[in-house]
């Protein structure tokens, strides 16, 4: 029995649901009961009747799951699989923020710590940013903590987004520049170039069409172009082609690879489940707060 079959054995034995992010290593991936980006799989974090839920992920995606299931054990993966991103926006920044901007409403990126979402009138993904934002009853919005997602929304939205922190960014996608994509159409003529919200926006605005991870497979599926260019982390890839073999998939960079989503291997994996380890715990003040504006998504979208 190879590791991935042990994982898969243990898993059942323990009653036991993996999780696990587009962006891990295929190996991982291969093992998934679900496979998605953030959305998706909150959505199956909220549904599942697992008792035990591993998340192969980051933290804040954990974290999440740990909102919607206070009472199932949530674990993480690889505990230092930490979010750069969601680092970069503290509850004090909001508060702030909060002060300044008085009769806006808060709209957080799931990508961003427990503590923030407790403060968030509600939640977003890439996925359904703009659609959240304009659901909410102020004609401002805060919107973190992600700057290129807020101005993503801004440009498409009748409110007014700002971004909070004003310089917050993913290094995955602000790695992925103009001169690499223009690079990458050279070497693909033909490709359909499919690019991340929270890539910077002049590689935006020269992209055939823009979404989150979910986005892209859809768009894929449904487009006729049989060669495509993806602007996001490089293991995106892998799940694309997996899903559709008939066409081929390129990455605008290959160099665009998540540390902290590497930090998973699947010998973490079947060590945390083996061991039960790197279990996520939450205040249950906090849990309360969050699980407000993180419902509030859901039912939105």
Same mark, same amino acid.
Do not use: W
């Given at each position: 029995?190879?590791?991935?079959?042990?994982?898969?054995?243990?898993?059942?034995?323990?009653?036991?649901?993996?999780?696990?992010?587009?962006?891990?290593?295929?190996?991982?991936?291969?093992?998934?009961?679900?496979?998605?980006?953030?959305?998706?799989?909150?959505?199956?974090?909220?549904?599942?009747?697992?008792?035990?839920?591993?998340?192969?992920?980051?933290?804040?995606?954990?974290?999440? /799951? &740990?909102?919607?299931? =206070? *009472?199932?054990? %949530?674990? #993480?993966?690889?505990?230092?699989?930490?979010?750069?991103? +969601?680092?970069?926006?503290?509850?004090?920044?909001?508060?702030? /923020? &909060?002060?300044?901007? =008085? *009769?806006?409403? %808060?709209? #957080?990126?799931?990508?961003?710590?427990?503590?923030?979402? +407790?403060?968030?009138?509600?939640?977003?993904?890439?996925?359904? /940013?703009?659609?959240?934002?304009?659901?909410?009853?102020?004609?401002?919005?805060?919107?973190?903590?992600?700057?290129?997602? +807020?101005?993503?929304?801004?440009?498409?939205?009748?409110?007014?987004?700002?971004?909070?922190?004003?310089?917050?960014f993913c290094y995955v996608h602000r790695f992925i520049d103009f001169g690499q994509?223009?690079?990458?159409?050279?070497?693909?003529?033909?490709?359909?170039?499919?690019?991340?919200?929270?890539?910077?926006?002049?590689?935006?605005?020269?992209?055939?069409?823009?979404?989150?991870?979910?986005?892209?497979?859809?768009?894929?599926?449904?487009?006729?172009?049989?060669?495509?260019?993806?602007?996001?982390?490089?293991?995106?890839?892998?799940?694309?082609?997996?899903?559709?073999?008939?066409?081929?998939?390129?990455?605008?960079?290959?160099?665009?690879?998540?540390?902290?989503?590497?930090?998973?291997?699947?010998?973490?994996?079947?060590?945390?489940?083996?061991?039960?380890?790197?279990?996520?715990?939450?205040?249950?003040?906090?849990?309360?707060?969050?699980?407000?504006?993180?419902?509030?998504?859901?039912?939105?979208?």
């Open positions: 029995m190879n590791m991935q079959e042990e994982i898969r054995k243990i898993l059942q034995e323990k009653n036991a649901v993996l999780l696990v992010h587009n962006y891990q290593i295929p190996a991982v991936q291969d093992i998934a009961d679900f496979l998605g980006d953030s959305l998706g799989l909150a959505r199956k974090a909220q549904e599942t009747e697992a008792d035990t839920i591993l998340f192969a992920g980051v933290d804040f995606m954990a974290e999440t /799951a &740990k909102v919607l299931n =206070p *009472d199932k054990r %949530v674990l #993480l993966s690889a505990q230092d699989a930490v979010c750069p991103m +969601a680092s970069q926006l503290l509850p004090e920044k909001l508060i702030s /923020a &909060k002060r300044q901007y =008085p *009769d806006a409403d %808060v709209v #957080l990126y799931v990508n961003s710590s427990a503590e923030c979402k +407790a403060i968030a009138d509600c939640c977003c993904t890439s996925a359904n /940013a703009l659609k959240v934002a304009n659901a909410m009853e102020s004609n401002t919005v805060l919107l973190g903590p992600d700057r290129n997602l +807020a101005l993503y929304v801004n440009k498409r939205s009748e409110k007014r987004v700002i971004p909070v922190p004003a310089e917050g994509l223009q690079r990458a159409r050279q070497e693909h003529p033909n490709a359909f170039v499919i690019v991340h919200p929270e890539c910077n926006p002049d590689v935006q605005e020269a992209a055939d069409a823009i979404g989150s991870t979910s986005q892209m497979l859809k768009i894929a599926g449904e487009s006729d172009a049989r060669e495509f260019l993806i602007g996001t982390e490089r293991e995106m890839v892998y799940r694309l082609q997996k899903e559709f073999p008939e066409k081929k998939f390129f990455p605008v960079a290959e160099t665009a690879v998540c540390g902290a989503m590497k930090k998973t291997s699947l010998q973490d994996v079947y060590n945390a489940i083996k061991r039960e380890q790197f279990e996520v715990t939450l205040d249950r003040e906090i849990i309360e707060k969050a699980k407000k504006p993180i419902e509030k998504m859901l039912q939105i979208t």
